[in-house]
Structure formats: structure tokens, C-alpha cells
């Protein structure tokens, strides 16, 4: 009973959880090992004596900085325009200008035919042993989040099963003192009865899919009977001890027969599919004239 209604998209947001866990992790893992590595194949190749000049032509060029007048800051700096900008050596460009540098950086490295990275890549076993182990805690983590999640499911499902069982009982008890009452007295207190078959009413209306099965127990939700006292009296004359024997004995035969009903609805999905479709099944009784 643990299950709610709509268990189907229950289970695949439950199933989804760990799954989008470890596509984020394992992207972020291996996006911020990506990022890592461009970032230090940048600055050790745009940066190298052999390549310094090309990273300054080539910043020019994209017009990103310009060539500062007479030699101040040596021969690679460059002048950054703007209000904060000033003139640089290419070292301190690279850090305080790191969107710009890596734009021109990633440009030379097209330009020299190294895509970005691939120096990364070589000889990295590191960062794939890296990338292992965060799939790896990706994983026991999702794995850890679907067995809590399953525990949890089923306590509740047990918690449920428990409670309906009880309601059923509680009612049915609660229904035959009711009506030996009622045969005796036609004004007999009709409040515990009333009060027993709302609470097994909510119950029955928390029952999960499939969709079949939700919708029979809220029928039987509907049509338990002893919602309103059993009449003292019938087209204006009162019911003698007789007549409210046999109305009595009617309730009770519906109470008894919606208990079954009731329990039938506590087997698994599966199984109460397969009673269905062996037709083993009863439809849920309507309760007769005192629903």
C-alpha cells in the first residue's frame, strides 16, 4: 500500500533520479577535467618563447588588443583598450584577460593544427583514471539512492497494506455492532459506523494503479454502505423487529463481501492483473439499497 496513485510514473521518477544523478556528475566530472585541460594546454603552448609571437600577432589580428606605443612593457606586451585596460606583458594579459586569451589561444592552436586539448590527451592516463573514478562514485551513489529509495517504497507500502487491513476489520466490526443494535433499536447510534466507514473510504482512495485497480477501489470507496442510519420506518409505517432483521442481514452480507473485495485490491499489480485477466475477479458490489 506503500505505492501511490500513478505508481508507474512513480517508479520512473525513481528509477530517473539515480540516472540523472549520474549523467550530471559524470558530464560535470568530465567537463571540468576537459575544462582543466584546455586551460593548461593553452598556457603552456600560447605561452612558450616559441610561440609568444604568434599569440600576439594573433590577438592583434582579432583586434582583441592593440600594439603599444614605443616599447613600454617589452616586446611581447600588448596594450588592452578600454578604461581598465592598459598595457601588459602576455602573462598577465593571459590571467587578468582569460576570456580574450583563450580566444586567440584556441586560434593559433587551429592555426598550427592542434585542435585544443590534444596535447591533453596524450600520455593521460591520469585524467582517465580520474574520470573512472568519479563514474565509478557516480555510480554506487545512484546505486545507494535506488536501494534507499526501494526500502523506502516498500515500508510505506507496508505501512499501507497494514492500515487498510486494519480499517477493513475495524469497520467490519464496527458494522455488525452496529446492526445487532439497529435490530433492536431502530434509533441505534449510527455515529462509530459512519465514522469507521470514512476512514476506510480515504483509505481505498490511496490504493495505486494500475489504473484498472485505483478505479475499483474507489468504487468500493463509494458504495460502502452504512453511509446513513438504516430506516426506522418504510412508505410511513415503522419496520417491525422482522423487517430490521432483514435489512441488518442484507448490510452484513454486503460488509462481508466488500472485506474480500477490499483485500483482493492489497495483492501486488502483477498479480491482481492476472486475477483479472483470468477472470477470477468480482466486480465490486454496488452495496445494495444501503450504500
Not at 612558450?48 to 606586451?77: F, S
Not at 602576455?90 to 583563450?102: K, M, S
Not at 517504497?153 to 458494522?175: G, H, K, M, N, P
Request: hydrophobic fraction near 40%; charge should be positive; include cysteine.
Amino acid at each position: 500500500m506503500g505505492e501511490r496513485r500513478g505508481s508507474g510514473s512513480g517508479w520512473r521518477a525513481v528509477l530517473g533520479i539515480p540516472v540523472l544523478a549520474l549523467l550530471l556528475l559524470a558530464a560535470t566530472g568530465g567537463a571540468a577535467v576537459a575544462d582543466t585541460g584546455r586551460s593548461d594546454v593553452r598556457l603552456v603552448y600560447c605561452l612558450a618563447d616559441e610561440h609568444r609571437g604568434e599569440l600576439r600577432d594573433a590577438a592583434l589580428r582579432l583586434g582583441v588588443v592593440r600594439r603599444p606605443a614605443g616599447t613600454g612593457g617589452g616586446v611581447d606586451a600588448v596594450e588592452v583598450p578600454g578604461r581598465e585596460g592598459g598595457v601588459l606583458p602576455l602573462e598577465e594579459w593571459a590571467q587578468a584577460h582569460r576570456g580574450d586569451f583563450e580566444r586567440v589561444c584556441d586560434a593559433v592552436l587551429a592555426a598550427a593544427g592542434d585542435p585544443p586539448g590534444a596535447s591533453a590527451d596524450k600520455g593521460g592516463s591520469g585524467q582517465g583514471g580520474f574520470l573512472d573514478a568519479v563514474y565509478l562514485l557516480a555510480a554506487g551513489a545512484a546505486l545507494t539512492l535506488v536501494g534507499q529509495t526501494t526500502e523506502r517504497i516498500s515500508a510505506e507500502r507496508r505501512t499501507r497494506s497494514r492500515q487498510l487491513v486494519a480499517a477493513v476489520r475495524e469497520f467490519r466490526r464496527i458494522a455488525w455492532l452496529y446492526l445487532a443494535a439497529y435490530e433492536q433499536d431502530p434509533d441505534a447510534d449510527h455515529a462509530e459506523a459512519l465514522r469507521a466507514r470514512e476512514a476506510l473510504s480515504g483509505l481505498l482512495a490511496l490504493v495505486p494503479g494500475p489504473a484498472p485497480r485505483s478505479e475499483a477501489a474507489r468504487r468500493l470507496a463509494d458504495s460502502l454502505p452504512l453511509a446513513e442510519p438504516l430506516p426506522g420506518s418504510r412508505d410511513g409505517r415503522f419496520l417491525g423487529p422482522h423487517e430490521r432483521k432483514s435489512e441488518a442481514s442484507a448490510v452484513r452480507t454486503t460488509v462481508d463481501r466488500q472485506a474480500r473485495d477490499a483485500g483482493e485490491l492489497l495483492r501486488p499489480a502483477p498479480l491482481w492483473w492476472l486475477r483479472r485477466l483470468r477472470g477470477n475477479g468480482r466486480p465490486t458490489s454496488t452495496g445494495g439499497p444501503h450504500a
